[in-house]
């Protein structure tokens, strides 16, 4: 046994910060690689621990020693935790929760795991053969089986080691409630036709007509799906095993790949690139030895971006390093995945939660094994396990998805460049509309800009027109929504036969209920926000805490129940269309509607195959698809995402409405887009009508750069929040004074600007009252600085058993 493994390295899936050293029993010591999930004792618990190196004999004397080696083979390569620790330090994040973040969840097989114990372990007991610990486990066992978790808590001394020992005696069976489930490989029958056919075509005289024409086919055609051939040749199955028998042609199976749209997916061909897509590509290319390197690939939609993602990735994993690719959402990784499979067949990998936690598991260790050249995911696929990747790419790298909410709160594409520099790779942002930091820093020379202005095969963009919603005023209830112009285009669409896009960026019937007798809004018990009617479910619901009660509950305030249902929702659209166009099928896409696994897919396939006439739906609408038919897209109200107090709702107005417009006229009709809003003159409103972002962004910096904003500054968002009013209010302003007292004592951290504290524009969610502070600076230095000892000298007033402080990094949700 090597000396080195005798103590260990450890992070905790804890919020502490820092690693421990633990020491390694004997037996186990041939076991510990980095990588590798441990049991350890930990203050009086047993909790997970991340190997993450060999340690040296501390000068700690109390050392204790790790329980049990988790894993078989480590769950990340070795040279992933410099990535871990910086992601640890810049987001001031403990370690072990960094890694458990990344690793995808479903691991924790300890929870997975049934004990039962067998007719010989039941002998041993009864004939006295078991040590005092084995007797312990046994008659835990005795009455029922109990899992591996909960025998843990119950037994003392415990140790997997002594579990597996009884394993081995055959006194006990470990059960695994979790399975990994491989996907197993579809497979289809395909015919070719054989040489021998060419050299005997003439001398078969005998030969039935219909056999001759299937073989002459064949001779053409060169291979086929037998399904594909019946559906030329009905009596072809039968035939072509009668033709096979004689030699003249080959039955053999093929490896079938069909998208979640349910179609097969074939090798593709590798099509010429056009005169801009051979540019950049070109560019791309010319720096891939050089080390790390990004571009922002600006290209409209349809312009050929993802043409360019798949020559560059077969380059890189021609030279053997492997690839990530980032898409925002299930739907569009889907069609990233399809486009893969037909170029590099299945040395792909696919990550996101559209997989049962058992097949994600499979495609993590496939790529932990190094049986895959790529991986496509939504935002935690940047924690793909490869020892070093060749190209990161972010497809919509615009897209505020790439932002976690919760726990680790990271941007998965601010760390693709993190880890990308780290192993020395390439990275291609893509996007039709980039986010105001990436072109600002294509601007300043941190990434290399390159663009695509043209669509791939001329198509024009579809053609915005503006309708004044201030005129609809006096019109009454949806009327006002859906504007004569709108109905007009929506009856024309289906009359051709055609299919349209309803967006509207609110989901619910509607949003803000009030009560007829004494006009107060109907409120959330819980949070600072009126409930949302939703008639589907029949219930108000809160969208921030999840609260609910029955529709036909009266105001709290004075007992009416009657009660006004104001403000428009997808709902409450889906009904005015449905009463306008009885003769359309009506689908409606958002939050409510695709909770089921599966159900964006199903509503994508529908309006594919043409079962869908009208789609209405929220943002989820307006990412990405491609779907020929669609030549009408309508925007209810532009204006929903510009009245919200974020520095970015211009930015985040722009990229939806030139995202949405882009669904129309994909195919080979021109589109049309009704863009209707309150604010016609406002510029995000006027550049997204002319697709023209330069002059977006013109006007969108000024305006950062004037009130000091990102990208000029950067942020960290202090959230203070806790039940009692008044506690986290006088709470917030010590935290604040605190703030200021230390940047007043130090030159280092002047550049510093402290906001607030300030109610949140959310004062309360799901009872807690909620207060922000809002650090700012020009250099991220001395921010990190500052919220380091923050953090590290006063944890105590940031957490207490009353008050909860989350740090939010460049924070994107700021209310
Ligand atoms: P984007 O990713 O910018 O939206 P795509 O790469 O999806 O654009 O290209 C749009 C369409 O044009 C796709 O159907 C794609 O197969 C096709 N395409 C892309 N590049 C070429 C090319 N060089 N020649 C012919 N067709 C192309
Ligand atoms: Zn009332
Ligand atoms: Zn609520």
Known sequence: MSKKNSYIDVAVALPVHGTFTYRVPAALQSSVTPGKRIL????????????????????????????????????????????????????????????????????????????????????????????????????????KSCTLKKLSRTIQPFSPSLIRSLERRNWLICQQTLKVTRTTPKTE???????????????????????????????????????????????????INILAADGLVTIYSKRLYRDPLGESVAFDRVPELTEEQHQALTIILKDLEHGFKAHLLHGVTGSGKTEIYLQLAHRIIRSGVPVIVLVPEIALITQMERRFRARFGERVAVLHSGLSTGERLDQWMRIADGAVDIAIGARSAVFAPFAKIGLMIVDEEHDPS?????????????????????????????????????????????LMR?????????????????????????LRGTDRFITPELRHAIQATLQRKEQTILFLNRRGFAGFPVCGACGKPIRCKNCDITLTLHRNSNAFKCHYCGFSKAASSACPACGSDHIHHLGLG??????????????????????????RRGSILKILRQLKNGAIDILIGTQM????????NITLVGIICADLSLSFPDFRAGERTFQLLAQVAGRAGRGKRLGRVILQTYNPAHFSITTARQQDYPAFYKQEIAFRQALNYPPFARMVLLRITGQDARHIASQAQSVGELCRQIINRRKRLQSITILGPIEAPLARIARRYRWHLLLKSPHTGPLHKFVHELVHRHSNLLNTPHVRTTIDVDPYFMM
Do not use: C
């Not at 203050?43 to 040296?56: A, E, K, L, S």
């Not at 993190?418 to 020379?445: F, W």
């Not at 695509?452 to 005129?471: F, G, S, T």
């Open 40 to 143: 350890i004792p930990f203050g009086h618990r047993r909790v997970t621990g991340f190997i993450t190196g060999y340690g040296h004999t501390s000068k700690v004397t109390d050392i204790k020693d790790i329980l049990d080696v988790l894993d078989e083979k480590p769950l990340f390569p070795k040279t992933m935790l410099s990535f871990f620790r910086w992601i640890a330090n810049y987001y001031f994040h403990p370690l072990g929760e960094v890694i458990k973040n990344a690793l995808p969840g479903g691991l924790t097989i300890y929870d997975h795991v049934t004990l039962t114990i067998t007719t010989r372990g039941r002998q041993a007991l009864v004939r006295k053969q078991t040590a005092a610990a084995d007797k312990k486990v046994l008659e835990a066992l005795e009455q």
């Open 189 to 239: 029958r395909w015919v070719a036709v054989n040489d021998k056919w060419q050299n005997v075509a003439n001398k078969l005289p005998k030969l039935s007509k219909a056999r001759r024409d299937i073989l002459t086919y064949l001779t053409d055609v060169k291979e086929i799906s037998v399904k594909n051939l019946k559906s030329k040749f009905p009596t072809a199955p039968r035939l």
């Open 402 to 446: 790439y932002k976690q909410e919760s726990g680790l709160r990271y941007n998965a594409r601010d760390l693709a460049l993190v880890r990308a520099k780290l192993d020395g790779a390439t990275v291609v942002l893509g996007s039709a509309t980039p986010s105001i930091q990436s072109y600002y820093n294509a601007a300043t020379g941190k």
């Open 450 to 474: 390159l663009t695509l202005n043209r669509r791939v095969h001329q198509k024009p963009l579809p053609a915005i027109k503006i309708v004044d919603l201030r005129r609809m005023r006096d």
């Open 570 to 595: 997808t709902e409450k659209l889906e009904a005015a269309i449905h009463r306008l166009f009885p003769e359309a099928n009506v689908a409606r896409m958002d939050r409510d509607t695709t909770t």
């Open 621 to 628: 609408v307006a990412k990405g698809h491609d779907f020929p």
